[in-house]
C-alpha cells in the first residue's frame, strides 16, 4: 500500500504546530511551538499576542515538520489545517500557509474541525470503531459528541456557559495559580478531599448539557468569605472539591449518554482529558460497560497539536473533504446538533 | 526576473505579476475586506493569466506594514510562506512607501497616512530621489500633534494621501497652503509600482524570522512592559 501523507497545521489558539501523519494513524512528525509563557505574563491567552507568535513561527514549524519525517513536498498526499473553531487571526495564519502550501505543490486542501481533532487524536494510538462516543473537554469547549459512523459528528450535549478549562483557569486564579492551571490543581485535588460539597450544575438535567459556571462562583464565593472572616482554608481540600464536582457532572453525563446511545468505544480527548482525576474516574465507570472500550487519548496529544488534524484530516479526505483557495477561518464552527434521545428513553 | 508584489495592508487589495518591470498582470480591489477569501484565488487567477506557472515565480516583494494588523499578517503570511516552499526570494517594502510610489512628483515631501484610530496615525516622510522614495522621518505609530511637530519645521509642499479623512482639517489649520491633499486614487496602492520597486532591493536572508512592521506593541505587551521595564526581551515561544 502507498504510503498516504498529510502535512497537518493547527494554529487555532497558542499553539503553532506542523504535523506529517502516514496513513491518518501514524506520526512520523508532529513539531509543536507553544506559547505558554508568553500568555503566562498576561493570565491568558492574548488573541493579537497569539496571531503575532504563530506568524514568527509558522515557516520554520513547515520545514522541521518535513525534515524531522523525512518526507519533501513530492511525498505528500494532502495538506489538512484546522479552520475553526479557534481565534480567528490565530486560525487565519495556519489558514493561509496550508493554502499556499497545498497550491504551490498542486495538493489537495482539507479543512478540518478543531474538535474532530481532537477526538481523532485517539485514532494515533488504535483505529476509531463505530458507533462511537467522544467527550472533549478543553479550555474552550466542554462537548458530548456522538458519532454513528465515521465522517458523522453529532452534538449531543455542550456547555451552556464557561467551558471546564476555563473554570480551572478562573478557579486557579483565586489560588493564586497561573494559567494554565489545570495541571496544578489536579495535583493539588489528588492531596486534598473533598470538604465543601460544591453544586453539581446540571447534574439531573434531562439532557447531556454542562454549566460550570454557577461552580465557579460557590467557589470564588465561598474563598472570599473566608477571607472576610479571616478564615484559612485548606487550598488542596479547594481544588479537590471543584474538582469532584467537575468530575461528577462530566462523568455522570457521558454515563448517561452511554446508556442511551450504546457505543464500541468512548474517546476521552481535549486538553482537560490529561487531568489524572477525570481519567481515573472514567476508567471506573466504564468497568460497567462490557461492550465499550475507553480510548484516553495519549497526554502528549491532549493539548492542541497538529497531529490530531492530521488523523481526522486523512480520514476527512478519503470521505472528499476539500476545501479551496477561498476557505476562511471559522471562529464559531460547529457540529451539527442532534436532537437527543434522552427525553423519550427516560419516561 | 519573475515577480510576485502582494499588498493587504488596509482595505484594498492589490496583488500583481511582473517580468522585470513590465506588468504582466494585476488586480487591485477596495470593495470588501475579505483578505482571507480573495487573496489566494487572486494570486492563483493572475498567475495563470500571466502564461506562467508558479515554478516560474523567482521573488515575492510584500507591503510588509504598517497597516490593519489582520491585513498584514495576511500578505505576510502568504509571502513568507511561498518564499519558503518554493525556495525563492522575499522582499519587504514598507506600505506606507508602497503608497507614496504613486506619487512621482520631485519637488514635495509625500506624507503617506494610514488611520490609527483616536487621533493616531501610522506615518512616514517620503521625498523623490532620482525617481525613488527615499525616507525623511522613518514609519512610526504618532499621534496627530506630534506628528504635526515634527514635520512644521520643513518648507516644502507637504502632500498628504491614504486615509487623509480624519487629519486633513487639522493639517490643513496648521499647515495652511504648505499642505496638499491627494486625491482617493492617490491613496490605494498599486502592487505593480511596489513589485517594481522591490526588484532592486535585496531579499531577506531568513525568511523563516519575518515578521509584519506592527509598529506598535499590543496594549497586553505595552502594559506589561511598563510594569516590568527590566525584563529581558527573550524568546516566549518554546518548541516542546
Ligand atoms: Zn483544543
Redesign the interface.
Known sequence: MARDLVLSFETSCDE?SVAVIENGEKILSN?????I??HQ??GGV?P??A???H??????C???ALSEANVS?DDLTSVAVTYGPGLV?AL??G???A???A???HLPLVPVNHLAGHIYGARLVEPIEFPAMALVVSGGHTELVYMPEEGKFEIIGETRDDAAGEAYDKIGRVLGINYPAGKTVDEMAHRGKDTFHFPRAMDHDDNFDFSFSGLKSAFINTVHHADQVHETLNKNDLAASFQQAVIDVLADKTVRALHDYPVKQLILGGGVAANKGLRARLTDELEKFKNTSLELVPLSLCGDNAAMIGAAGEMLYRHGVRG??????NPGLEFEWIKVKHEITSV | MKILAIDTSNRPLSVAVMDDSHLLAQTTLTTHRKHAEFLMPVIEDLVKKSDLTLEDLQRVVVACGPGSYTGIRMAVTAAKTIAQTLGIELVMVSSLLTLALNIQQPDVLINPIFDGRNQNMFTGLYRNKNGRPETVIDDQHINLTDWLNLIKKYDQKILILGDTDSFKDDMKAALGDQLIVADQLAGIPNAALLGEYGMALKAVTNVDAVVPRYLRLTKAEADWKKLHPNEDTHDYVEKI
Open positions: 503553532t513539531i509543536v511551538a507553544t506559547q509563557k508568553s505574563r498576561f492574548v493579537e499576542v496571531s503575532r507568535h506568524i514568527e513561527q509558522i515557516t520554520g513547515i520545514e522541521d513536498y487571526g487565519l495564519i489558514v493561509t500557509a493554502k499556499v502550501v497550491w504551490a505543490h479551496d483557495a477561498t476557505l476562511n477561518a
